[in-house]
């Protein structure tokens, strides 16, 4: 049982912050109409930045808050720099344009930082485990990203439904021509969100940086995930990215942790072992491939005129 | 007047052939992966065959060397692709490199089926050491069981009486994990194998291990794996409480970024950078003065080998490549200084060779530096070499 509840913290942790990536690149795709491949440079840029900052300044959140901030000004400078050329054009435009910044930002982190990649060591109060409930200990790092996931979930329910800018990017989601018709700076509005996106994107990065390494092209495998949650979740829709997101997260950690288990009972302990990696993780598409069945237009649909 | 330039032209040529085939090349083709995360692993093992090549001044009994570097982009249909690519269109006499397993196993029909040499400089796949095992093909390394066999050893001088391993699913991973067992004595109680070489999150797996309580965990990730699951594995509050033992996870391309969470993990390995011999002191010694900043891994010095090797067996056929037995016996002696002491081949062309403990250190400048312990055991010979008909 208290294996059942950490795998379930695992899940929770993993789709959390597929949640943070997928929630940039489903505002940015709803509200400006822009698929951007090069959300996972952002992620990679983000991871980077936090590195380079925590070796500078000493301090693993400092060098996380610092990285987070220079991610938004390198997002809203690509968006001013490259994006506004890109604006309706064909999506196939969109893709070509993007996926050439993701070779100029791997190159550009190449020039920078090198090819080796850089390691964000996480300080002893977080690089330990603590005890969540009688007998299940946790790690004090994944559940500090589970808060903080959250935290900023929450952040972006109350931004999006509760604030002018939210209702104008609500707005902008479900018809942008009237929303720019109606005299709001649409240029502006179009900064902004590309600016949270890529800071959102940046912070997922600099979170899984201690666990996974700071690397180039360390965003290209999980942009994959994050575009299918986007599928599942409805084009343009927050709520759906978070309700998607947790299920990509619970469905790929408890197949992981399960699945072999329950080919051992049918197949020899050799060919379970070998076949449940490979088996378990198609489960997120099989999701996918369901949910396209069944609602083609995602779980939560973003309502388009 | 045109034809009769064209003439004189091919004449000269032909008149100038016999001499230029004194001169012509030795072609060695190289294969491992530089790009992408594991690229300093290739850069290594390119590092360290320049500069066998380098110490021999960069010709083979008097013939110069051309090496064909090419990158397998760590992928088993691509490493294929540039092998037929370095056999049929660059016509190589040797062929060396792979670092992946799986890359070695898809590309070995095409060099076997043209009875090129090939020194494998560190893919191990147990099948090449048995069932397709041939006399054009010899390591410079070891077949993938030997080194968590000698780790098993270790795990029962330490009294480990249950163990859970991790390792990724492909044909390395399998191997290791079945080598462990082979030796260890107690129990294995679980086993786990990921995705590879795209998950990098093993939290469900060290979870399971955790709730598994057992006396040790085994782990096989080489390259950037490594880095993330030392990590994890600290970061789940596992380090000081389940000890860990490994097998090609912690080395000089993966300790930079390591660092503390290195300390106190020992692995396995037949080669440690300060092996006493002279051969070794050279090669470590020069390395780090061709490459400052850098520090060769047992990646590179098993390509410096096999570079020797290659050297050996030219030089013992007086620069002649035509005929294929007297290079293959010549190849057989492994009659070169290798940096790990003195080996020789078992009938399967894998080396009969000594395991170390290492264990990861703090040197007087603070870096993180590896260094040999104890020797687990002498003069191994792997457990295939049965299975492979050669005599």
Sequence with gaps: MTLFIEQCLNGLQFGLLLFLLAAGLTLVFGIMDLVNLAHGSLYMIGAYFAATFAAWTGSFVLGALLGLVATLVVGMAVEVIAMRRLYGRDHLDHVLGTFGLILFFDELVRLIWGPEGLSLPLPSWLNTSVQILPGVQYSAYRLSIIIVSLAVAGFLYVLVMRTRIGM??????????????????IKLLYTLVFGLGAALAGLAGLMQAPILTV??????????????????????SIRGAFIAALLVGF?????????????????????????????????????????????PEGLFPAVRK | MRKILLAAGTALLLAAGPAMAQQKPIKIGFISTFSGPVAVIGNDMRNSFELALDHMGRKMAGRPVEVIYE???FKPEVGKQKTEKLIESDKVDFISGYIWSNVLLASIKPVVDSKTFLVIANAGASQVAGELCSPY???????????????????????????????????????????????????????????WPSQLDFSAELSKAKAANPDAIFVFYPGKAGVQFLSQYAQAGLKGKIPLYTAFTIDETSLPLQKDLALGVPGAQEWVNDLPNEANKKFVADYMKKYPGHRPSFYGAQSYDAA??????????????????ALRKAMEKADFKSVR???????????IQNFYLQDVVKDAKGD???????????DYQDGSHSKCPMK
């Design chain 1, 251 to 295: 469905v790929d950690t408890l197949g992981r942790a399960f699945f072999p288990d329950l080919l051992r009972l049918v197949l020899s302990p050799n060919a379970a072992s070998t076949a449940a990696p490979a088996l378990s993780s198609m489960l997120i598409y099989l999701v996918m491939a369901i949910v396209l069945v069944v609602r």
């Design chain 2, 137 to 195: 093909v010899f390591s410079t390394s070891w077949q993938n069981d030997q080194t968590p066999e000698a780790m098993g050893l270790y795990m029962n001088q330490k009294g480990v009486k249950s163990v859970f391993l991790i390792g990724p699913n492909y044909a390395a991973g399998k191997d290791m994990l079945a080598g462990v067992a082979h030796t260890f004595k107690g129990k294995v109680i679980g086993q786990e194998l990921t995705t």
């Design chain 2, 368 to 378: 993180y530096v590896l260094k040999t312990v104890a020797t687990i055991i002498k």
């Design chain 2, 71 to 73: 990158d397998d982009g």
């Design chain 1, 215 to 236: 690397q180039i092209g360390m965003g290209e495998n999980i942009l994959i995930v994050a575009f299918v949650i986007t599928v599942i979740g409805g084009i343009g």
């Design chain 1, 168 to 185: 104008l990017i609500r707005a902008g989601a479900s018809n942008r021509e009237m929303v720019g018709a109606l005299g709001v700076n």
């Design chain 2, 308 to 325: 020797n090797l290659i050297a050996s067996a030219v030089a013992a056929t007086k620069g002649d490549l035509s005929d294929k037995e």
């Design chain 2, 341 to 351: 002491g003195q080996f020789k081949f078992g009938n399967n062309h894998i080396p």
